[in-house]
């Protein structure tokens, strides 16, 4: 299939290209209406022509923007209408998925957003979806992982084209930057809608684009290039080691492992065997931190149990061994916030919340800030308690943070971190025990005591804590 399209002398690929299908397969584009899916359907529609293939449009209305949001989807259901391309549109609450699932707002609109897409894909047979990532999301993506410590398959960044669905996603803008994408628009008078929130800096990745990204370009010449360059040759090594590492366990018999051959691998080969080897077992995801451990264990010779998301790896008489745990004695639950006192059924956590006036807080003690298991706060919406739940996340230092991340960091027992009670609102998680509160959170001291009193209202501060058994040498 031939690709004629050139812009800003680069060379694109249409999404047949990217996934070696035949040229008159059809293809799903996110159509969002902002200036890069606005340039991306521009192209696709010539080639749709010139080619031969049937081109959908899919927009997700997300339900967090209001009325801008519902201009954006009168927008891409005219600019549809010109182009004579059928639109589907999905109209979605995602604050209040968001508060079911406790996901954050960005991954539960993401969440949504890719179940839609995978779900028109499937009821009609379209094996590609295009999306308009271009090289300033590449590399905004790869700043925002090397800030989180990525490791090699992180600064891989966005891949041009990947498995999705029943067929593949690819980015035909990827080399593109976003200063090209915007030339386009204007040379080709292109309308588009500009979304409000990626100006606030309030979030980790908008503020990589305000100030990361152009300190960069005054730098070097064509930062987001060279990222795209950078990671186009890393995905090569991380594909050959990830290639040896499915190689040795290809040659292994049954589930269990021989230590002394792990003891012979590089341990960039080894860790990515243990990664592979236990995903057979467990869909939950190992961090750095696990393998780091369990890898360095099998260099040392030694045996043991150890602890892993999801199961446990048993090192004994020279084989690992793989077990999964039973399932979780704590039972999933969701409490009203109230004055008073409330223990959460069979943990024997208890939670005590206490209204105190703003006069006091100087005068009150501060021994239990040591577990940081209890705060004062200003309660203005009415919150809740619930238990955690996986993907959870939490807005700590201006980026959402996974939970499991911190209470790893923060060395919190597995059997404490599953019974924990949260505070939540309908933006997700406002406060969690040893971990903090969310960057937004009305917080305004720490203290132990406080005189008790009736029902709590809006506005009013209060002292919260959570009581856990034993507590002594939790952490």
């Known amino acids: 299939m031939s690709d004629p399209l050139t812009i800003s002398g680069k060379a694109l690929s249409f999404p047949q290209t990217l996934a070696g299908m035949p040229q008159s397969t059809p293809v799903l584009l996110a159509f969002s209406g902002g200036a890069d899916s606005r340039a991306l359907l521009h192209l696709l529609a010539k080639g749709a022509k010139e080619l031969s293939f049937p081109l959908t449009l899919a927009h997700v209305n997300h339900g967090i923007r209001g009325d801008e949001a519902l ?29 079911k699932s406790g996901r954050s707002l960005e991954d539960e609109a993401r969440h949504v957003r890719y ?13 590609l979806l295009a999306t308009a990532h271009h090289a300033d999301d590449h590399l905004e993506t790869l700043l925002f992982r090397i800030a989180r410590g990525s490791g090699l398959r992180g600064l891989c960044g966005i891949a041009p084209v990947r498995p999705f669905a029943n067929g593949f996603l690819t980015r035909p803008l990827l080399n593109l930057s976003r200063r090209e994408i ?3 628009c204007e040379e080709n008078q292109l309308e588009y809608v500009t979304d409000s929130t990626n100006q606030d800096t309030a979030y980790a990745r908008n503020r990589i684009r305000a100030e990361a990204v152009p300190a960069l370009e005054a730098l070097f010449e064509d930062p987001q290039g060279r990222a795209v360059r950078m990671s186009r040759s890393l995905r090569e090594d991380e594909d050959f080691l990830r290639g040896e590492a499915e190689a040795f366990l ?27 080897w236990m995903a057979r077992f467990s869909e939950r995801t190992l961090e750095t931190v696990h393998l780091e451990e369990l890898s360095a264990r099998i260099a040392q010779g030694g045996e043991g ?14 084989r690992l061994h793989f077990s999964v745990l039973p399932p979780t004695e704590a039972r999933p639950f969701c409490l009203p916030f ?46 809740y308690w619930r238990s955690r739940r996986e993907g959870d996340r939490i ?17 919190i027992p597995p059997r404490l971190r599953e019974q924990m009670p949260l505070l939540c609102d309908g933006e997700g998680i406002l406060w969690a025990p040893f971990i903090g509160a969310r960057d937004d959170a009305p917080l305004f001291a720490e203290g132990a005591h406080c005189k008790e009193k009736d029902l709590p209202a809006k506005g009013e501060k209060y002292f919260i804590e959570v009581l856990f058994p034993e507590e002594e040498g939790i952490l």
């Open 115 to 127: 179940s839609c897409f995978e779900e028109l894909m499937r009821e009609r047979g379209i094996p």
């Open 338 to 383: 109230r004055e008073g006192e409330i223990t959460i059924p069979e943990s024997g956590i208890r939670i005590r919340v206490l209204r105190t006036d703003e006069t006091k807080i100087n005068n009150l003690s501060t021994a239990s800030r040591i577990n940081g298991n209890c705060f004062f706060a200003i309660i203005e919406k009415t919150p």
């Open 182 to 184: 915007l030339q386009y």
């Open 305 to 318: 149990s150890f602890s892993v998301p999801g199961g446990r790896v048993l090192i004994e008489g020279g």
């Open 250 to 276: 290809d040659r292994q018999m049954g589930d269990a492992l021989s230590a002394e051959l792990l003891r012979e691998l590089h341990p960039a080969i080894r860790k990515r065997v243990l990664a592979l």
């Open 395 to 411: 807005l700590r230092g201006k980026m959402h943070r996974r939970l499991r991340k911190l209470c790893n960091e923060k060395g």
């Open 71 to 99: 201009r954006d989807r009168a927008f891409c259901e005219r600019v549809a209408a010109q182009y004579g391309l059928e639109l589907c549109i999905l109209d979605a609450d995602v604050p209040s998925l968001a508060e």
